[in-house]
Structure formats: structure tokens, C-alpha cells
């Protein structure tokens, strides 16, 4: 006699038989030597891939509007910071387990100066957020409050607002994590003034 067992309810997930293996996503984990040769040897191409808490993350391609958005927003950093500056492009920072690449970021000096390896911190760090707001108002909030770098922004295209995160502090002892303490939004019409920099930034000219 054969016994037939009943479907599972939708939305209920049938456990997998005991000690049967786990099979699904799981996240790629490298070393920063490691995923430095993957990039070196052009392992990857077609998507933006950065390395984040061991992690290898693909944040996916950058499209037009990103790219010129990019571009606007460093001709605007360069002239609130003046000399002694350097604005760099999505390039790497090189933080404890994690290779990083704002969409800009400030730095001390000049490009000549980062010739020999990629800056460990940063004056400003940047992000343009599409698709991954949630993802930058977190993660890499944490991430560049725990690298110690001073102020944080991110660019909400869709909402068109400005965020503004300043004064990383450690969080309890036991979470061995920091975040910004400090997080104020910005809307076109008003201006900001980086901590570092003699000059404001207009909200309305890093937007469309």
C-alpha cells in the first residue's frame, strides 16, 4: 500500500531531509590579496564588484545617469574643497577586510600621492544610491563609521535627498561595531558644507 503525503501549504518551506547539505546562494568569501589578483587578472567584468567584510558583493552595472551624476558631483567636491585635495573616482579604499569604492571620495593630498597602494581613510566618502539605498544607509554606513572616516554622504536619486552622516562613536563594546552619530537629510534649495572643506555644496546641483 502506498501513502501519499500531502502538498505543503504555500508559503511553507519543507525542511530538507536530516543531514541532508544545505544547498542555496552562499556569499563568495576572499581575502583582500586574493580578491586584489581577481581584479588584477580582469576576473571580472560587466558588474561593479567590491569586496565588503570578506565578501565578494555585486553591485551591479552603472548606467548613464550614474555616471554623469558621478561626474557632477566631483566637479562640485573639487570646488568646495579648493587645493590640497584630491577627489578620487570610485576608486578602492583599503579597509581591514574590505575593498570599498565609493562613488567619491576625499582625500588629502594629491593623486600622485596614492600611487604606490590605495588610501586606507578618507576625508568624505560618497555613494550615488539608484537601486541600493537600504544597502548604502547601512552596510557601508557601518563600514566607513567603523573605518573611522569623519563624514559619510549618500545621494538618493529617487527621493532627491541628501543624506549627511557625521561623528562615527563605537556602539556598545559587545556589537564591536560603529555608526554615525549624527544623520541629517538635505532637499534642493539648501546648501552643505563639508567638514573639511572652506565651501558649500548646493543640494540642487548634484540632482538632474
Not at 555608526?179 to 548646493?202: F, K, M
Request: glycine share 8%.
Amino acid at each position: 500500500m502506498s501513502v501519499l503525503t500531502p502538498p505543503a501549504p504555500t508559503g511553507v518551506v519543507t525542511p530538507p531531509p536530516k543531514g541532508a547539505p544545505v544547498l542555496g546562494p552562499r556569499p563568495w568569501r576572499c581575502t583582500p590579496d586574493e580578491f586584489e589578483r581577481f581584479v588584477e587578472a580582469g576576473f571580472f567584468t560587466g558588474s561593479q564588484y567590491q569586496l565588503i567584510r570578506g565578501e565578494i558583493v555585486d553591485m551591479g552595472k552603472e548606467g548613464p545617469r550614474h555616471f554623469a551624476l558621478t561626474l557632477v558631483l566631483m566637479d562640485a567636491l573639487r570646488e568646495a574643497f579648493g587645493a590640497g585635495y584630491h577627489v578620487r573616482p570610485a576608486g578602492p579604499l583599503r579597509i581591514d577586510d574590505s575593498r570599498p569604492e565609493p562613488d567619491a571620495a576625499v582625500v588629502s593630498g594629491s593623486a600622485r600621492d596614492y600611487i604606490g597602494d590605495h588610501p586606507a581613510t578618507a576625508l568624505l566618502a560618497v555613494e550615488i544610491s539608484e537601486t541600493s539605498l537600504q544597502y548604502d544607509m547601512t552596510t557601508k554606513a557601518e563600514l566607513y563609521a567603523t573605518a573611522g572616516i569623519p563624514e559619510y554622504w549618500v545621494l538618493d536619486l529617487e527621493g532627491k535627498v541628501l543624506h549627511v552622516y557625521r561623528e562615527p562613536q563605537p556602539l556598545a563594546e559587545a556589537l564591536g561595531a560603529t555608526a554615525y552619530r549624527v544623520h541629517t537629510e538635505h532637499r534642493p534649495g539648501e546648501s552643505v558644507q563639508p567638514l573639511h572643506a572652506p565651501y558649500a555644496v548646493a543640494v540642487a546641483a548634484l540632482f538632474e
